[in-house]
């Protein structure tokens, strides 16, 4: 093979900047000033600069300040031809940050030998440096753990020399020379291990273990110890040493000792048999005091160890444990048992039993053994014992209950004072006669064998009736439980008391809760109680159709008004015993509240139910006395059968038939059937759908105007609501409202009304008049039971909706029917600024002094008046009087019903303010009726009349003075009503020209002769 030719100078140039070039060592070139004459990629990584951009650059800004010195200095030291060993220090790395180097430095020469340069070989030594600094700082953690700890500790070489013992084990063999020792220099001769035991954990096959050894200290002293070894081994797992763990045993040797000797003391002093023990020396000190006298006497029993047991005895027992140790010392067979109170460590005193043995000759004990055991609550219970028994005595004897202790046949082992004032007997009759014999002798034989099976009856309460040796029977209580002693059962003892006028109370209690006050009837739920009986007895027993009559009492309203309460419940009492009298023997009457009465009739059918019904409506309609006074009465009756079964539903369904019976004219008796039935069901379906549209807002608001009379101007519009079923269609005002009022829907259909009228009542003043107001209907139970008042302010609260516009509509009846209440709840109501009117006025029995203390400017007259005084005499009388009424008492008065020519100059003529009807308007949509007077002429209606007013033919009666005018007159001014007027002629023997009875429409008509003379002439 040819051999080949020698690279030339160049070729050896270049190919050695090869190899630098591709070195992993960083290198750089420098010249005599500093500066970079070259450097290879590596050395560009390390510092991390761009790629030949080290040439040039000044080798001091290649490392911190702080470094600089040492590498100037080396680099000085090449420079003057000297040898500089590797060189450790930081330089600036990729982004400015630190990196450890390692520097070598050679001179470099030029061809004359002449030093012209340094080079530097660089190695990045970043992460050596970092795992050497952790292992030193772990070698360090060690070495300060392992000189630390408190634990004992050193390590064994395998011939088993103490290369290194940290300062616990130094300080617990007490020398410091132990590094180089043998371990078998440490071996005590005590140790029962041969030598070579010592060291055969240094064989190469050992694992580790514990044993016991004895080593001798540096002054001779034998030291108990424990030891743990643990192989110390190389990388490749062959053993190299030992680490030795000692735990010192002195402690747990001297423990064991004195276990073994409180052992032999516990079973000297009988450990089980008492709370704690104490052992005393001959003269009475402790020199030994058992644990469990810390939990019972609060004294460290290391504390009082050494003290004199006598100076914890109390005072007064000092003597007596003298003596008591001193017998016991004396003679070793001797042992003593008293009572010791011994002061506690918070200072009270406790009682003690002491039982003292003689131990002295013992070794072990060296003393008087002292079992104590605390019986504080064994005396405090025997002291309280005998206290009681004196207590018992004293309580006995002064007790206000009788306390009877017999045996089990009566014969009495006790009694105090107390029973004989119950029994009103002496001691020698208590003492020598049995006591069921002497407290009830007609249950003489029951009692006796109740006493003699105390044990298995137990306890128990009874009462018996006693005759009194005065001649009266009384009511006794008794409470009768076994009587013991330690011996066992030896009877009864019984705690007795007179209740008789308890029960007498409880009797009358129990009366007055089932029966009415007034009346001395039962009460409804005496009458429920009794309906469920007997429908229970009909269903089971078939004791035949059960019969309700539901009774209430027509117009009594009247003698209340008229002639006050008192006669009112004078009336009622009456009533109350006509009704009892007129059933049969079997039947039950009940005041059911206010003027109603019930009557249960059993084994009544129908037909039977009528005739009984019509007898009471006789025997009601019969004339009735009352404080000198003559009353007619007549009543409504409905009448259920059973089944429904339900007394509930019984009841509601006689009250239904009651209802009807008094719509169909009063005085009438209506039978419950299928179609008040299906009234009711559909009256329950249709509150539903009320209730459910009232949430919705589904009702709607039409409007009517109330024109004045005199001008035809619109004075304000009455709200009617609306109610457009989704499929019954349209339903009418009078039944959904009247539903309303069953279902207790009236307050919130109440609400909705005064909402939507103080929603609309902006854009009705815009449209009709800036003065208009809206009229709103309101229920009798919204005003007497409801929020009223708290409703109209929060209306008037939203949108600043003015007072002024709005006008509360109240029928007579209702603001009739709680005076105080209705006149308190609408004065402030005006107050606010609202107006109330009184709506169907006519129809109900108001007076003129009580209607002016109400805060009423509005009076409406009914429309049953208007609609039939064309027609009818009675009516226009009633209408005159209300007009006339309404000026005394300077109030605006307001026709309801208007539709004819002659009914609207029939009421001007009378005088009266305004008027509504379908003469003028029906009810409309607000829109409907804006557009509708949009088209009047300067938007009044017309209320001129071209026919000329026709009155209802009349027989002219003319009343005069023995007619009862003066009386009427006089009974007018003082502010009566029609219908107490009417009552009080009748009553005082008055009749019309007629002859006839006088009634409300009669007084109307003589009034309205008095104030419109020419009222009855026709035109």
Same mark, same amino acid.
């Given at each position: 093979m040819a051999t080949p030719d020698f690279p030339s100078a160049e070729q050896r140039v270049q190919r050695l900047a090869g190899v630098i070039d591709g070195a992993d060592v960083g290198v750089l070139d420098t010249l005599t000033d500093g500066r970079v004459a070259a450097g290879n990629p590596a050395a560009e990584r390390i510092f991390g600069v761009p790629a030949g951009s080290l040439v040039g650059r000044d080798v001091r800004t290649l490392f911190p300040d702080s470094c600089w010195p040492e590498v100037s200095e080396a680099g000085a030291l090449v420079h003057?031809?000297?040898?500089?060993?590797?060189?450790?220090?930081?330089?600036?790395?990729?982004?400015?940050?630190?990196?450890?180097?390692?520097?070598?430095?050679?001179?470099?020469? +030029?061809?004359?030998?002449?030093?012209?340069?340094?080079?530097?070989?660089i190695r990045d030594v970043?992460?050596?440096?970092?795992?050497?600094?952790?292992? %030193?700082?772990?070698?360090?953690?060690?070495?300060?753990?392992? +000189?630390?700890?408190?634990?004992?500790?050193?390590?064994?070489?395998?011939?088993?020399?103490?290369?290194?013992?940290?300062?616990?084990?130094?300080?617990?063999?007490?020398?410091?020379?132990? %590094?180089?020792?043998?371990?078998?220099?440490?071996?005590?001769?005590?140790?029962?291990?041969?030598?070579?035991?010592?060291?055969?954990?240094?064989?190469?096959?050992?694992y580790g273990g514990s044993s016991e050894r004895v080593v001798v200290l540096s002054d001779g002293t034998a030291l108990p110890l424990l030891v743990h070894g643990a192989a110390l081994r190389a990388a490749n797992g062959s053993v190299t040493g030992l680490a030795v763990f000692a735990q010192d045993l002195t402690k747990l040797r001297q423990a064991e000792r004195a276990a073994n000797r409180a052992a032999a003391v516990a079973q000297a002093i009988g450990n089980a048999a008492s709370d704690w023990a104490v052992i005393l020396d001959s003269a009475g000190r402790m020199s030994y005091v058992s644990p469990g006298a810390q939990a019972v006497m609060g004294y460290d029993p290391m504390v009082v160890t050494g003290d004199s047991a006598y100076g914890y005895a109390h005072p007064e027992d000092v003597a007596a444990a003298r003596?008591?140790?001193? +017998?016991?010392?004396?003679?070793?067979?001797?042992?003593?048992?008293?009572?010791l109170r011994l002061r506690h460590a918070d200072g009270h005193w406790l009682w003690t039993e002491q039982l003292l043995t003689n131990r002295l000759d013992d070794p072990?004990?060296?003393?008087?053994?002292?079992?104590?055991?605390?019986?504080?609550?064994?005396?405090? @219970? %025997?002291?309280?014992?005998e206290r009681s028994e004196s207590r018992f005595r004293a309580i006995a004897e002064t007790a206000h209950e009788g306390i009877w202790a017999v045996d089990p046949e009566g014969r009495t082992l006790y009694g105090n004072a107390r029973l004989l004032d119950i029994l009103g007997?002496?001691? @020698?009759?208590?003492?020598?006669?049995?006591?069921?014999?002497?407290?009830?002798?007609?249950?003489?034989?029951?009692?006796?064998?109740?006493?003699?099976?105390r044990q298995a009856v137990g306890s128990e309460r009874y009462e018996v009736t006693y005759p009194h040796p005065d001649g009266r029977s009384r009511v006794l209580s008794l409470s009768v439980s076994p009587l013991a002693d330690d011996h066992g059962p030896v009877g009864s003892l019984a705690m007795i008391s007179d209740v008789t006028d308890e029960r007498r109370a409880d009797e009358e209690l129990r009366r007055r809760a089932l029966h009415d006050d007034l009346t001395g009837l039962p009460n409804r739920t005496l009458l429920t109680d009794r309906l469920g009986q007997a429908l229970v007895r009909q269903e089971r027993l078939g004791s035949g159709p059960v019969a309700l009559l539901f009774a209430d009492l027509d117009q009594f309203k009247l003698v209340n008004d008229s002639w006050g309460h008192d006669c009112g419940d004078e009336l009622l009492v009456a009533v109350a015993q006509r009704l009892a009298a007129a059933v049969g023997p079997g039947d039950t009457v009940a005041r059911f509240g206010g003027d109603e009465f019930v009557v249960l009739s059993e084994g009544t059918d129908e037909a039977s139910a009528k005739e009984l019904a019509d007898h009471l409506l006789a025997q009601l309609a019969e004339p009735f006395e009352i404080s000198g006074r003559r009353a007619y009465l007549s009543a409504s009756i409905g009448i259920s059968m059973a089944p429904p079964a339900e007394p509930d539903e019984m009841l509601r369904h006689a009250d239904a038939a009651m209802y009807k019976a008094k719509a169909s004219g009063r005085g009438r008796v209506a039978v419950f059937d299928r179609a008040l039935a299906g009234d009711a069901a559909e009256r329950l379906q249709l509150g539903n759908d009320l209730r459910e549209a009232l949430a919705a807002d589904r009702l709607e608001l039409h409007y009517q105007p109330i024109v004045e009379l005199s001008t035809g101007r619109v004075l304000g519009v009455e709200a009617l609501a609306r109610w457009q079923h989704p499929e019954r269609g349209d339903v009418p005002p009078s039944r959904f409202v009247a539903v309303a009022e069953s279902v207790g829907l009236a307050p919130q259909l109440d609400r909705w009304a005064l909402a939507r009228a103080r929603r609309d009542l902006g854009r009705i003043r815009q449209q009709l008049g800036a003065d208009v107001k809206v009229n709103v209907n309101i229920s009798a139970r919204h005003l007497i039971e409801g929020d009223l008042e708290a409703a109209v302010r929060d209306e008037l609260g939203r949108g600043g909706t003015p007072p002024q516009g709005i006008v509360l509509e109240l029928t007579e009846s209702t603001v009739m029917g709680d005076r105080d209440d209705a006149c308190a709840v609408l004065q402030r109501l005006v107050d606010l600024g609202v107006t109330v009117a009184v709506d169907d006025f006519g129809t109900g029995y108001s007076s003129l002094s009580y209607l002016s203390r109400l805060p009423v400017s509005t009076l409406k007259i009914d429309r049953s008046f208007i609609q039939a005084m064309t027609r009818d005499a009675d009516s226009l009388a009633i209408a005159a009087s209300v007009v006339d009424l309404g000026k005394t008492l300077r109030m605006t008065t307001v026709a309801e019903g208007v539709e004819t020519s002659e009914q609207l100059e029939l009421l001007q003529t009378l005088g009266c303010s305004a008027g509504q009807g379908y003469l003028w308007a029906p009810p409309l949509p607000l829109e409907e009726l804006a557009a509708a007077m949009k088209e009047l002429p300067v938007g009044r209606f017309d209320t001129s009349s071209s026919a000329q007013g026709k009155r209802p033919a009349v027989r002219q009666e003319v009343v005069t003075a023995e007619h009862g005018l003066t009386r009427l007159a006089a009974l007018h001014r003082d502010g009566a009503s029609l219908s107490t007027i009417a009552a009080a002629l009748n009553a005082e023997g008055y009749r019309t020209p007629t002859g006839m009875r006088w009634h409300r429409a009669r007084v109307a008509r003589a009034i309205s002769d008095l104030a419109y003379p020419n009222l009855w002439q026709t035109g």
């Amino acid at each position: 093979m040819a051999t080949p030719d020698f690279p030339s100078a160049e070729q050896r140039v270049q190919r050695l900047a090869g190899v630098i070039d591709g070195a992993d060592v960083g290198v750089l070139d420098t010249l005599t000033d500093g500066r970079v004459a070259a450097g290879n990629p590596a050395a560009e990584r390390i510092f991390g600069v761009p790629a030949g951009s080290l040439v040039g650059r000044d080798v001091r800004t290649l490392f911190p300040d702080s470094c600089w010195p040492e590498v100037s200095e080396a680099g000085a030291l090449v420079h003057s031809g000297k040898k500089v060993e590797v060189v450790r220090t930081t330089a600036f790395g990729p982004g400015q940050s630190l990196v450890d180097v390692t520097l070598r430095l050679a001179p470099v020469r +030029d061809a004359a030998g002449t030093i012209i340069g340094v080079s530097a070989f660089i190695r990045d030594v970043t992460e050596e440096m970092r795992a050497r600094r952790e292992l %030193e700082a772990s070698e360090r953690r060690f070495r300060a753990r392992y +000189d630390e700890s408190p634990m004992p500790q050193a390590m064994l070489a395998l011939d088993g020399r103490i290369t290194s013992a940290n300062a616990a084990m130094r300080q617990l063999l007490g020398r410091d020379d132990v %590094e180089g020792m043998s371990i078998l220099a440490l071996r005590h001769p005590q140790d029962a291990a041969a030598p070579q035991k010592w060291v055969s954990w240094l064989g190469k096959d050992w694992y580790g273990g514990s044993s016991e050894r004895v080593v001798v200290l540096s002054d001779g002293t034998a030291l108990p110890l424990l030891v743990h070894g643990a192989a110390l081994r190389a990388a490749n797992g062959s053993v190299t040493g030992l680490a030795v763990f000692a735990q010192d045993l002195t402690k747990l040797r001297q423990a064991e000792r004195a276990a073994n000797r409180a052992a032999a003391v516990a079973q000297a002093i009988g450990n089980a048999a008492s709370d704690w023990a104490v052992i005393l020396d001959s003269a009475g000190r402790m020199s030994y005091v058992s644990p469990g006298a810390q939990a019972v006497m609060g004294y460290d029993p290391m504390v009082v160890t050494g003290d004199s047991a006598y100076g914890y005895a109390h005072p007064e027992d000092v003597a007596a444990a003298r003596a008591a140790a001193e +017998d016991v010392i004396k003679d070793p067979q001797v042992r003593r048992r008293f009572l010791l109170r011994l002061r506690h460590a918070d200072g009270h005193w406790l009682w003690t039993e002491q039982l003292l043995t003689n131990r002295l000759d013992d070794p072990d004990i060296a003393g008087v053994v002292c079992n104590v055991r605390d019986v504080t609550e064994r005396i405090e @219970a %025997e002291q309280a014992l005998e206290r009681s028994e004196s207590r018992f005595r004293a309580i006995a004897e002064t007790a206000h209950e009788g306390i009877w202790a017999v045996d089990p046949e009566g014969r009495t082992l006790y009694g105090n004072a107390r029973l004989l004032d119950i029994l009103g007997v002496d001691l @020698a009759t208590v003492y020598t006669t049995p006591a069921p014999r002497l407290l009830a002798p007609q249950d003489e034989k029951l009692i006796t064998e109740r006493l003699r099976q105390r044990q298995a009856v137990g306890s128990e309460r009874y009462e018996v009736t006693y005759p009194h040796p005065d001649g009266r029977s009384r009511v006794l209580s008794l409470s009768v439980s076994p009587l013991a002693d330690d011996h066992g059962p030896v009877g009864s003892l019984a705690m007795i008391s007179d209740v008789t006028d308890e029960r007498r109370a409880d009797e009358e209690l129990r009366r007055r809760a089932l029966h009415d006050d007034l009346t001395g009837l039962p009460n409804r739920t005496l009458l429920t109680d009794r309906l469920g009986q007997a429908l229970v007895r009909q269903e089971r027993l078939g004791s035949g159709p059960v019969a309700l009559l539901f009774a209430d009492l027509d117009q009594f309203k009247l003698v209340n008004d008229s002639w006050g309460h008192d006669c009112g419940d004078e009336l009622l009492v009456a009533v109350a015993q006509r009704l009892a009298a007129a059933v049969g023997p079997g039947d039950t009457v009940a005041r059911f509240g206010g003027d109603e009465f019930v009557v249960l009739s059993e084994g009544t059918d129908e037909a039977s139910a009528k005739e009984l019904a019509d007898h009471l409506l006789a025997q009601l309609a019969e004339p009735f006395e009352i404080s000198g006074r003559r009353a007619y009465l007549s009543a409504s009756i409905g009448i259920s059968m059973a089944p429904p079964a339900e007394p509930d539903e019984m009841l509601r369904h006689a009250d239904a038939a009651m209802y009807k019976a008094k719509a169909s004219g009063r005085g009438r008796v209506a039978v419950f059937d299928r179609a008040l039935a299906g009234d009711a069901a559909e009256r329950l379906q249709l509150g539903n759908d009320l209730r459910e549209a009232l949430a919705a807002d589904r009702l709607e608001l039409h409007y009517q105007p109330i024109v004045e009379l005199s001008t035809g101007r619109v004075l304000g519009v009455e709200a009617l609501a609306r109610w457009q079923h989704p499929e019954r269609g349209d339903v009418p005002p009078s039944r959904f409202v009247a539903v309303a009022e069953s279902v207790g829907l009236a307050p919130q259909l109440d609400r909705w009304a005064l909402a939507r009228a103080r929603r609309d009542l902006g854009r009705i003043r815009q449209q009709l008049g800036a003065d208009v107001k809206v009229n709103v209907n309101i229920s009798a139970r919204h005003l007497i039971e409801g929020d009223l008042e708290a409703a109209v302010r929060d209306e008037l609260g939203r949108g600043g909706t003015p007072p002024q516009g709005i006008v509360l509509e109240l029928t007579e009846s209702t603001v009739m029917g709680d005076r105080d209440d209705a006149c308190a709840v609408l004065q402030r109501l005006v107050d606010l600024g609202v107006t109330v009117a009184v709506d169907d006025f006519g129809t109900g029995y108001s007076s003129l002094s009580y209607l002016s203390r109400l805060p009423v400017s509005t009076l409406k007259i009914d429309r049953s008046f208007i609609q039939a005084m064309t027609r009818d005499a009675d009516s226009l009388a009633i209408a005159a009087s209300v007009v006339d009424l309404g000026k005394t008492l300077r109030m605006t008065t307001v026709a309801e019903g208007v539709e004819t020519s002659e009914q609207l100059e029939l009421l001007q003529t009378l005088g009266c303010s305004a008027g509504q009807g379908y003469l003028w308007a029906p009810p409309l949509p607000l829109e409907e009726l804006a557009a509708a007077m949009k088209e009047l002429p300067v938007g009044r209606f017309d209320t001129s009349s071209s026919a000329q007013g026709k009155r209802p033919a009349v027989r002219q009666e003319v009343v005069t003075a023995e007619h009862g005018l003066t009386r009427l007159a006089a009974l007018h001014r003082d502010g009566a009503s029609l219908s107490t007027i009417a009552a009080a002629l009748n009553a005082e023997g008055y009749r019309t020209p007629t002859g006839m009875r006088w009634h409300r429409a009669r007084v109307a008509r003589a009034i309205s002769d008095l104030a419109y003379p020419n009222l009855w002439q026709t035109g």
